[in-house]
């Protein structure tokens, strides 16, 4: 039995070993990524359930490996934001971004908004000067472009972090609260930042209709929205009863799989072809 145990243990560590070092060549991959150009941008649409128009799009990062094939940004992006590397790579997801748009532009699609994630290290000084250039180079008007934050980076109370961001939304730069929910019981962030809209995580999204704990929680925060004047948005949509179910509560916008998953660029122009020209 000893033996065994031994055994079991000799195994499972060359196992960890074998992920670590897995993990470590990973990580020197995701160093040379941008240079490689590894990188691509999908786009997952969001959507109006009223008018079954798509309203928006996230952008949301891959990572096409030589080897591993397309890695999910949830392996890469929080090593990313260990190492400080998630700067640059915010800084590409961001100007690729707003070079899409403007190539829609340029063939006479429109896409009303485009959504991008933002880490906390992005914000750091110099971030909105140089976000205002990237918006003048491509000539995006700021209210086309949405930065998506967690309540985790509103929360850090830090005043030079909170006027950079009011003075972006003062030139009309649109700010989404993502993950809404999973944070912070405290809501006084609120309070100090200038949000346009609220975005309902998809964990509580998953329980609808059914679970009545969740039913109650989206209630409040549909609620929570429209007492204060702000848009909202439920992500990881998937089935039609729960976008139904989302519409009546108030809750309109809808982005999720049972729409579309992201897709890359070229699937979402056909999509903005056929929603022009239809
Ligand atoms: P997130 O911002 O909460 O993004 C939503 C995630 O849910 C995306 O996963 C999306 O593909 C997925 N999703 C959308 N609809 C459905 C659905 O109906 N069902 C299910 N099960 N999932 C759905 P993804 O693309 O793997 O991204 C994971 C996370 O990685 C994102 O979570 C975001 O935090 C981060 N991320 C992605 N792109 C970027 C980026 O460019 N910059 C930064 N800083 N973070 C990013
Ligand atoms: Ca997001
Ligand atoms: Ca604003
Ligand atoms: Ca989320």
Not at 32 to 61: C, K, M, S
Not at 62 to 67: F, T, Y
Not at 73 to 85: D, K, Q, R, S, V
Not at 230 to 245: N, R
């Amino acid at each position: 039995r000893a033996r065994q145990g031994n055994h079991d243990v000799l195994f499972y560590s060359s196992e960890m070993n074998r992920r670590s070092l897995e993990r470590i060549k990973l990580e020197t991959d995701l160093r040379f990524a941008l240079d490689r150009r590894e990188f691509e941008l999908h786009y997952q649409p969001q959507y109006d359930v009223r008018t079954q128009r798509i309203v928006g799009a996230e952008a949301l990062i891959r990572w096409r490996h030589r080897e591993k094939g397309l890695i999910s940004p949830g392996l890469f992006i929080p090593f990313a934001e260990e190492t400080g590397l998630i700067v640059q790579i915010g800084d590409w997801v961001l100007q690729q971004g707003l070079r899409q748009l403007a190539t829609w532009r340029a063939q006479g699609l429109h896409l009303p908004r485009l959504a991008i994630n933002v880490s906390g290290l992005q914000l750091r000084s110099g971030f909105a000067d140089s976000l205002l250039a990237h918006l003048a180079q491509w000539q995006v008007p700021p209210q086309q472009l949405e930065l998506e934050m967690t309540e985790t980076i509103l929360m850090r109370d830090n005043e030079r972090m909170t006027q950079m961001l009011a003075a972006l939304s003062e030139s009309g730069l649109r700010f989404a609260l993502d993950d809404f929910g999973t944070g912070y019981s405290n809501l006084s962030y609120l309070q100090h930042f200038q949000i346009d809209l609220l975005k309902i995580d998809r964990t509580f999204v998953q329980g609808l209709p059914d679970n009545s704990r969740d039913v109650a929680l989206v209630r409040s925060m549909v609620q929570i929205a429209q007492n204060l004047g702000l848009g909202v948005i439920a992500e990881g949509v998937e089935t039609a009863a729960q976008a139904e179910f989302l519409t009546d509560l108030g809750c309109n916008l809808i982005q999720g799989y049972y729409y579309h998953p992201a897709l890359p660029a070229e699937q979402l122009t056909e999509l903005l072809i056929a929603q022009q020209g239809g």
